[in-house]
């Protein structure tokens, strides 16, 4: 359904376990980010007023998301960390090429965006099946319901606004980059990493 083309390696949540703490910061964060997502979309692109509202909607239930891990942390006796660099986003940001047209900057960061939402499904999915902590996990299974809402849109938007030949071989050429990303990723205790 995601069209991935290169899966987590299963291992990953076995270093998710031994970094319960770590990985909960860096998913607060990549909340926060994806809230501040939607209000850069507003802000660029508010003539889209579909796009407006769906962002609205969104800036909300990912604040909302954000506020989640947020007390799961406190629940835990932990702070919220700090937060450190993307380092998946960094190098997934490289593929397009900067500029170019409205419309072009709008659907390379709508396939950015759907990009990261699908990843980090398929990363809530593996770890709603495989921890052991069920109430963990339970909490990983209701958020990658709601990251698949949200790649599909995003995905959505990108079609609807660009050529829909071109846009599609983009995000064909997008899940190919992100798959040689992804061999070197997967070692560490983040969402994306």
């Known amino acids: 359904m995601l069209g991935l083309k290169l899966p987590t390696d299963p291992r990953w949540v076995n270093i998710v376990e031994k970094n319960i703490d770590e990985i909960l910061t860096d998913h607060a964060y990549c909340e926060q980010k994806a809230a501040s997502t939607a209000i850069s979309l507003i802000v660029s692109f508010p003539e889209y007023t579909d796009l407006t509202q769906e962002m609205i909607a969104l800036s909300r239930e990912e604040m909302g998301h954000f506020k989640m891990v947020h007390d799961r942390i406190i629940a835990r006796g932990q702070t919220l960390g700090r937060d ?34 699908a990843r980090s499904c398929e990363r809530f999915r593996l770890l ?18 709601s990251e698949a809402g949200h790649y599909t849109m995003f995905l959505k938007f990108a079609r609807k606004y660009g050529n829909l030949e071109e846009v599609n071989q983009k995000w064909q050429d997008l899940l190919d980059y992100e798959a040689k990303i992804m061999k070197n990723l997967g070692k560490n205790e983040t969402v994306h990493g």
């Open 128 to 145: 709603s099946e495989e921890l052991q902590d069920k109430e963990l996990a339970e909490f990983y299974h209701k958020l990658m319901v």
């Open 84 to 117: 450190r660099k993307d380092l998946y986003v960094v190098e997934l940001m490289k593929f397009f090429p900067k500029g170019g047209s409205r419309t072009n900057q709008l659907v390379h960061r709508l396939l950015y965006a759907a990009l990261i939402e």
